[in-house]
């Protein structure tokens, strides 16, 4: 197993509190937070993903990297119980995705590419219906917490969501994630239509929540947004895991190797 690679040492936005909530959600669940088996899932015969297998522990971060229909999205769906597999095994915090959804579900934060949020109610709006709807409870200290967590900034706590850019959002729902204590989050191409600011505060946030403990796993086609924050990249082709990057004790994961990689199987499957 892939030590974590610590990026920064000392977290700066993130209030003890959030960090013992998130490593307690952690702490009663199996060592490998997500596994995937021999996975295979098919669409009328037509195969999607072809014998797919990783797994992650607590504190990990991984992208799985590849282009337009290499299958990203459709693994996130599976491990989200919307797509059955034809073969193989999905587990998540150590269930059968398939037999246990209801608990999967509660243990995960899927952040999509753009934040689906009411763009008529503020951030605390939003965030208080949504966890209304999972029966959580939170002080408007807690709420306030998360948003210094996330590092939203404090005049925009209290605006419409419609006012929001898009960085703005995914920190919104990144807050929501943070207080339901899901120790596990699913990101479809979160970075992509940021700017390169926003991208920057969002690689951060994502390094700061897996020193906490929490697992991460990113779908993307940004070769150097992932190498700047994974511990292990997948290399993800028509399916099929066809490479593995893993970054350095210390340090990060090579962007040239991995982009020389990209570029090779992008022009084989030409």
Known sequence: MT?????????TIAPKTFDKQLSNACADLSDA?????????????????KNLSFSMAAGE???????????????LKTLLGFNKPTEGS?????????????????????LPESATLYPHLTARENVEYFLSLAD??????????????????????????????KGMRQKTAIALAILREAPIFLLDEPTSGLDPVAIDEFNQLVREL??????ILMVTHDVYGACQVANRIGLLKNGELVGEFDAPQSG???TEQVHAAFGHHAKRGA
């Open 210 to 215: 897996a020193l906490t403990g929490a697992t």
């Open 136 to 165: 959580i409870k939170k002080s408007d200290e807690q709420i306030n917490a998360a948003f210094n967590r996330v590092a939203l900034q404090h005049d925009a706590w209290d605006r419409h969501m419609q006012t929001y850019s």
């Open 33 to 49: 937070m997500i596994e995937v088996s021999s996975l295979n899932f098919s669409i009328k015969n037509n195969a999607i993903l």
């Open 90 to 110: 999905v587990k998540v915090a150590g269930k059968e995705v398939s037999k246990a959804l209801d608990f999967v579900r509660g243990k995960t934060a899927y």
């Open 3 to 11: 030590t974590p690679t610590t990026i920064n040492k000392t977290p």
């Open 252 to 254: 990060r994961i090579d």
């Open 61 to 75: 971060v991984y992208a799985l990297l590849g282009g337009n229909g290499a299958g990203k999205s459709t693994t």
